[in-house]
């Protein structure tokens, strides 16, 4: 079974960044793509970014110019760089690796 733990996260303001990491334990973890999704109150978890086992990245559109996903494989950790928060950022984020997920780390954009 894979497991996940996700930390970085907190308060900031909006405009500020914030950068989240995503450690793995399990087998084959390089194989697969990596996910981050997130989840704000009274909404639906949404996908937030990927990264495939070859260093492929997609984006959903609202963060595609602020967020930066990456992995190292040799640590068996993802990260997410997240620049110019917003408001609408914040929320519970999750990573997800072969159809399992972290307990998530909060994240609050507010002034």
């Known amino acids: 079974q894979v497991q996940l733990v996700e930390s970085g996260g907190g308060l900031v303001q909006p405009g500020g960044s914030l950068r989240l990491s995503c450690a793995a334990s399990g087998n084959n973890l390089q194989t697969y793509t990596w996910f981050w999704y997130r989840q704000a109150p009274g909404k639906q978890r949404e996908f937030v970014a990927y990264i495939t086992s070859g260093g492929i990245t997609n984006y959903q559109d609202s963060v595609k110019a602020r967020f930066t996903i990456s992995r190292d494989n040799a640590k068996n950790t993802m990260s997410l760089q997240m620049n110019s928060l917003e408001p609408e950022d914040t929320g519970v984020y999750y990573c997800?690796?072969?159809?399992?997920w972290g307990p998530g780390t909060q994240v609050t954009v507010s002034s």
């Open positions: 997800s690796v072969d159809a399992q």
